[in-house]
């Protein structure tokens, strides 16, 4: 039997059978897009799917040992409407569609139960997505925790003021976004110094004549939602008087967004008493955004991405519109230079949300590139509807070509 045994060891097929399950693992870059295909179809169905991400030992012997058997169980065990792949460069994880919380920690509890005695048992945890409670779902398993039948400790964190008032889908767990880009950091940190060391007498300018046009401070600070939909604060140019009501802006917020196939135009600011001497001017140019560039530097926004929306407009968003908060939010972006006032709201969070899933470094150039001829276009149709002239172009939504 000895020599049989040797034999079988040393027998190539069994290899190939060994690691053919290997084949039926999504590559990392492949399963994050599956993730974001669900996140979609849940957005729109309301239908929950579970993550389940099995995290390997940090020793690399063991976790040779432990994905062998892993991969096998994972394979062998999960539905054919399942997805099983690479989550990262040390995990695996299964995407269980149309299943629960409940469901998905009872699939991890039956995996590491089932491995062998000896092996590295991998670190397990349970995301929902969409998570009604704010916060994420994670359950951690282990040998221990499976002698108590279907028993999970779920301990989601508890809100904080930092995503107080934000919808609650825009607080999702880090699992279900993908990575930023490193390029884009450093795309960001250089040109933001570059421009506010060229535009610095520009910025002397506009607040000296902040200063004499009315009394009161030169910037403006508000809180705005930014990436995952975490608050910060942004940094503007006071265009408006000090102690303006925000009522009637909020208002007229709301009604572009229930509105449908309303145009996103911003309310008359030649004709709005708020609004300071020439404020509509550097509202229309985007002048009133240039300390934005300081967001930047602060990595709280990006040059290129969604405009960063207030906090009672974030609570209007439907479930679908939460996947803009995927990426930076930018001083323009793909729906800056695009239409813009000629779209509606629905076009808008279309647009940053085909941004964020077609993130790349030639539609960053491009993007900021095109931002200087839309703000000249916007001026231009500003004009016209200042001198009552019909812009025929305005009926007209301007077609993504990037």
Known sequence: MAPIAFLKLINPLRWFRRNAAFHAIHPAERFRDLIERERSRTDRTGIRFSLVVFR???????????????????TSRARTSDEVGWFDKTSLAVLMIGSGEADAAKFGQNVIATLPEGVAVPMVSVHLYPNKRGGEEQARLGKEAVTEAGSVAANPPTPTSENAGVPEEAAMPSVFFRQLPLWKDILDVILSLIALILLSPLFLMIAVYIKIADPGPVFFRQY???????????WKFRTMKVDNDAAAHEEYLKSLIKGGDQAMIKLDARKDPRIIPLGWLLRQSGLDELPQLINVLRGDMSLVGPRPCLPYEAMEYDQWHAERFDSVPGLTGLWQVSGKNRTTFKDMMRFDIRYSRRMSFWME???????????????????AKARGKPDEENSVVEKETT
Request: one cysteine or more; charged letters at 30%.
């Open 56 to 74: 390997l030992a940090a020793r690399k012997r063991d976790s040779y040992r432990t994905l062998h058997h892993l991969v096998g169980l994972l």
């Open 224 to 234: 705005r939602m930014g990436f995952r939909g975490k608050k910060f604060e942004c």
């Open 365 to 383: 150039i491009q993007i900021l590139f095109k931002t200087f001829p839309a703000i000249v276009q916007q001026l231009r149709d500003h004009r």
